[in-house]
C-alpha cells in the first residue's frame, strides 16, 4: 500500500475480522481512520493498540448502530461537521444470528449487510459531493 498520509478513511466493522485488518494497514501507512463500531469500548479498546503498534497513528471511534438508520445518517452528519472524508470502506456485516427485526422493522440480516452499506454509501456521497473520495464495500 502507498503513503496515505493526509487522507481520511471511515472503516465500518472495525473491530474484528478484515474491518480490523483494514484499519491497521491504513494507520500503518499514515492514513487518518475513523473507525465506525456499534461497541464503542472495543472500539476503543481497537484504536489504543493501533495507537500503541504505530506512535503516531491517527485513529479515532465514532459509534454507530448499523442497524438503526437514523444513527448512520447521525453518524454522517457529525463526521462531516468535523472533516472531509476521502474513503468510505463498508466492511460492516452480520450472519447467523436468529430472525428479528430493527426499529424501523427490516429484518437484521438485511439492515446490516445491505440497507446499512446502501445508507451509508448514500449518506457520505452527498456530503462528498464535489470533493474527492470514494466508497467501498466488499
Do not use: K
Given at each position: 500500500?502507498?503513503?496515505?498520509?493526509?487522507?481520511?478513511f471511515?472503516?465500518?466493522?472495525?473491530?474484528?475480522?478484515?474491518?480490523?485488518?483494514?484499519?491497521?494497514?491504513?494507520?500503518?501507512?499514515?492514513?487518518?481512520?475513523?473507525?465506525?463500531?456499534?461497541?464503542?469500548?472495543?472500539?476503543?479498546?481497537?484504536?489504543?493498540?493501533?495507537?500503541?503498534?504505530?506512535?503516531?497513528?491517527?485513529?479515532?471511534?465514532?459509534?454507530?448502530?448499523?442497524?438503526?438508520?437514523?444513527?448512520?445518517?447521525?453518524?454522517?452528519?457529525?463526521?462531516?461537521?468535523?472533516?472531509?472524508?476521502?474513503?468510505?470502506?463498508?466492511?460492516?456485516?452480520?450472519?447467523?444470528?436468529?430472525?428479528?427485526?430493527?426499529?424501523?422493522?427490516a429484518?437484521?440480516?438485511?439492515?446490516?449487510?445491505?440497507?446499512?452499506?446502501?445508507?451509508?454509501?448514500?449518506?457520505?456521497?452527498?456530503?462528498?459531493?464535489?470533493?474527492?473520495?470514494?466508497?467501498w464495500?466488499?
Amino acid at each position: 500500500m502507498t503513503d496515505q498520509q493526509g487522507r481520511t478513511f471511515v472503516v465500518t466493522g472495525a473491530t474484528s475480522g478484515l474491518g480490523l485488518v483494514t484499519a491497521r494497514e491504513l494507520a500503518a501507512h499514515g492514513a487518518r481512520v475513523l473507525l465506525a463500531v456499534r461497541d464503542a469500548p472495543r472500539g476503543d479498546e481497537v484504536a489504543a493498540s493501533l495507537r500503541s503498534a504505530y506512535p503516531g497513528a491517527d485513529v479515532e471511534v465514532r459509534q454507530v448502530d448499523l442497524l438503526n438508520l437514523r444513527s448512520i445518517r447521525r453518524a454522517a452528519e457529525d463526521i462531516d461537521e468535523e472533516e472531509a472524508v476521502d474513503v468510505l470502506i463498508n466492511n460492516a456485516g452480520i450472519s447467523m444470528v436468529e430472525h428479528s427485526v430493527t426499529e424501523q422493522g427490516a429484518e437484521r440480516h438485511l439492515a446490516a449487510n445491505h440497507l446499512a452499506t446502501s445508507r451509508s454509501r448514500r449518506c457520505w456521497n452527498r456530503r462528498c459531493a464535489g470533493r474527492r473520495h470514494r466508497a467501498w464495500s466488499p
